[in-house]
Nanobody, 121 residues
Framework: VQLQASGGGLVQAGGSLRLSCVAS????????MGWFRQAPGKEREFVAV????????YHADSVKGRFTISRDNAKNTVYLQMNSLKPEDTAVYYC???????????????WGQGTLVTVSS
């Protein structure tokens, strides 16, 4: 699976962005999809995951209530709607595909190239 993330940019604190990740190469609807992020000098961390049918989602505590993961299998796309952004949300955001529902990095087989989100105070 090839993954292409987009939608990052510079936004003021309190603002919103929607990230998109388009998949190609294999059957998108067969894969659990997740978002991770990596801030400068920090390890990559889990943000959110969605099951193949969208019946289950899970968000990290740090983004719960502000971010929402969703997917459109007809468009081979997973989204991350980010509201009420904070400076600490500044990071490169990565989409990833897995065959099992989970939040561990090592469960994800395919990764996108990342898109930078910068939140100014």
């Amino acid at each position: 699976v090839q993954l292409q993330a987009s939608g990052g940019g510079l936004v003021q604190a309190g603002g919103s962005l929607r990230l998109s990740c388009v998949a190609s190469g294999r059957t998108f609807s067969n894969y659990v999809m997740g978002w991770f992020r990596q801030a400068p000098g920090k390890e990559r961390e889990f943000v959110a995951v969605i099951s193949v049918s969208s019946s289950m989602t899970y968000h990290a505590d740090s983004v719960k209530g502000r971010f929402t993961i969703s997917r459109d299998n007809a468009k081979n796309t997973v989204y991350l709607q980010m509201n009420s952004l904070k400076p600490e949300d500044t990071a490169v955001y990565y989409c990833a595909a897995a065959q099992r529902y989970g939040s561990r990095r090592d469960e994800y087989l395919y990764w996108g190239q990342g898109t930078l989100v910068t939140v100014s105070s």
